[in-house]
């Protein structure tokens, strides 16, 4: 039975499919599409992260670290500069060690 995917895979992904005797077609995506591709990828495996249990949570955040570096090199982006913007924002605004979660807030009149 086939089953439609349209999605970004791993590189070897092709090749595994056909060594498991099935069939699959493929294309490769310009470089507009790839960088789209990544971000909906990011989505993707961010949602697994978010469902997954205590012993598949590493392999997921894996995932999640591996489409995070293809991202940052399709646009170029020095990876020092994102954990500089990291350190900033956790300068201005804190971090998340706190375990803080924001209820509500209301504005004030006066």
Request: with cysteine; glycine share 4%.
């Amino acid at each position: 039975m086939r089953q439609e995917h349209n999605k970004l895979v791993r590189d070897l992904i092709p090749e595994i499919i056909c060594q498991a005797g099935h069939q699959c077609d493929t294309i490769i995506l310009s470089e507009s599409e790839y960088r789209q591709a990544l971000r909906d990828k990011l989505l993707e495996e961010a949602q697994e992260a978010v469902t997954a249990n205590e012993e598949d949570l590493i392999e997921e955040l894996a995932d999640l670290l591996d489409v995070i570096d293809a991202l940052i090199e399709s646009h170029n982006i020095n990876q020092e500069s994102i954990l500089l913007t990291r350190d900033q924002k956790r300068a201005e605004k804190g971090g998340f060690t706190q375990k803080i979660k924001l209820l509500w807030t209301e504005e004030q009149s006066g």
